[in-house]
């Protein structure tokens, strides 16, 4: 075996830098056609993986999704409802199919943003292909890549324009706040004087950045490493897909000074409620999105007739 028929696979560090399970990465190499060359640090700098090595006896386990008790994407429903969390926790919940599309959006810029394809489209890499993600075989189309490849063009634009540091699904933990509190940044651009919070829907309803909870939460996890009082933050969501609502790149630019305000006179609170011994249940418009609601009382009183799931 020559140099570069040497494999060298951490797929611990893999896995936890793609957010996937050991074998999902092993699946995800199996699966696609060359030439593909991912360039994660090894012994010589440079890592080159041969797919026909990784073929042998791996079974397919489709990709995972992992979230903390207080995920930052479910914020707009804990900050409203605190016994969310705790309920929520209890459902075996599957994914739909929106949220697996997503996640495979998500891989693919990330592959993109951490320079891990080398002189290979994604077109070359990704169309066509059958990806199994949670319960769902999903066929990667067109539509998909242009919505990966929008974002990335927008991330790499704007942290070329702004000569900062790109960071890609950085890990942000507000543990001054509690340490259930963290998530993963889908792109932070740390500048000395500003931080853009970059954010990629891939639903078609429209999502704001205006006062985003998810992107605020990000924001203030990441101020806390790389950022000072007088930091501009800039928070962006690229959502390409997004059927109607205006232009697919929105951007609401606030300050340092605001978000440790908000998080110390919202935030905070609102996680501490969650954390009670007994939290309350508070009913409204944002049980529609709870993943509770199928064993939540409260939520069954007010929709008596309808099945458990309120639809
Ligand atoms: S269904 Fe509504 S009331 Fe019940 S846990 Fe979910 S958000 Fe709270």
Request: proline share 5%.
């Amino acid at each position: 075996m020559n140099n570069e028929d040497t494999i060298f696979i951490d797929t611990k560090q893999l896995a936890e830098r793609w957010r996937m399970d050991a074998r999902s990465i092993h699946n995800l190499r199996l699966k696609n056609k060359g030439p593909s060359y991912i360039q994660p640090s090894g012994p010589n700098g440079k890592v080159l993986y041969d797919l026909n090595e990784i073929k042998s006896g791996k079974k397919d386990q489709g990709y995972q999704m992992k979230h903390a008790l207080l995920s930052p994407s479910s914020a707009d429903k804990w900050t409203k409802c605190p016994a969310m969390p705790t309920l929520a926790a209890k459902v075996d919940y599957q994914v739909g199919l929106p949220a697996a599309v997503g996640t495979l959006i998500h891989s693919m810029t990330e592959q993109l943003l951490k320079g891990f394809l080398v002189d290979v489209t994604l077109e070359d890499y990704w169309l066509g292909k059958t990806e199994l993600v949670e319960d769902f075989e999903i066929i990667v189309d067109q539509d998909m890549i242009d919505c990966a490849k929008i974002y990335v063009d927008y991330v790499q634009d704007r942290a070329k324009r702004l000569n900062g540091k790109l960071l890609v699904e950085q890990k942000v933990r507000l543990q001054e706040i509690s340490e259930d509190l963290y998530g993963y940044a889908d792109a932070l651009i740390i500048t000395p004087h500003k931080m853009c919070v970059i954010d990629l829907k891939t639903g078609k309803y429209p999502v704001s950045p205006e006062h985003n909870k998810q992107a605020m939460i990000y924001a203030i996890g990441a101020l806390s490493r790389y950022g000072n009082e007088d930091t501009e933050v800039e928070i962006t969501i690229v959502q390409p897909r997004a059927t109607w609502g205006g232009k697919p790149i929105k951007t609401w630019t606030t300050s340092a000074e605001f978000l440790v305000n908000w998080a110390y006179d919202f935030l905070k609170p609102s996680v501490d409620a969650c954390l009670e011994e007994n939290p309350v249940y508070v009913y409204g418009d944002h049980c529609r999105w709870c993943n509770a609601r199928s064993i939540c009382d409260l939520y069954k009183q007010y929709n008596k007739g309808e099945d458990n799931d309120g639809k």
